[in-house]
């Protein structure tokens, strides 16, 4: 049984930082691909950022690059999301997700496992 479990989510202030963490509980066999998926009130959820089981590869949405940076580490089976200058657009709820996968997937439709998501909320 395969758990996503996001955190970090809260409040920030434009202009600051914020850093979520997705753990993995029930580890998959293998590689596992991982990503940060967002979605805003009124829009289409959109990725915001992926990586490969290895870390060699990431995925960034382009409009993000300068601000988004993603990693993780798999001895503590965790994945981050790291924000940086945040503004009022990133407000949204920010989903973990994953899938059995040794190379880099960049869609939501790509993942198998999800968890519940947290929210991040930019305020002025």
């Known amino acids: 049984q395969v758990q996503l479990v996001e955190s970090g989510g809260g409040w920030v202030q434009a202009g600051g930082s914020l850093r979520l963490s997705c753990t993995v509980r029930?580890?998959?066999?293998?590689?596992?691909?991982m990503g940060w998926f967002r979605q805003a009130p009124g829009k289409e959820r959109e990725a915001v950022a992926t990586?490969?089981?290895?870390?060699?590869?990431?995925f960034v949405q382009y409009s993000l690059r300068n601000r988004f940076d993603i990693s993780k580490e798999n001895a503590k089976n965790t994945m981050y999301l790291q924000l940086s200058r945040a503004n009022l657009e990133d407000t949204a709820v920010y989903y973990c997700?994953?899938?059995?996968?040794?190379?880099?997937?960049?869609?939501?439709?790509?993942?198998?496992?999800w968890g519940q998501g947290t929210q991040v909320t930019v305020s002025s």
């Open positions: 997700a994953a899938v059995e996968a040794t190379g880099l997937a960049t869609v939501s439709r790509q993942f198998d496992y």
């Open positions: 029930g580890r998959p066999n293998g590689a596992y691909c």
């Open positions: 990586i490969s089981w290895n870390g060699d590869q990431t």
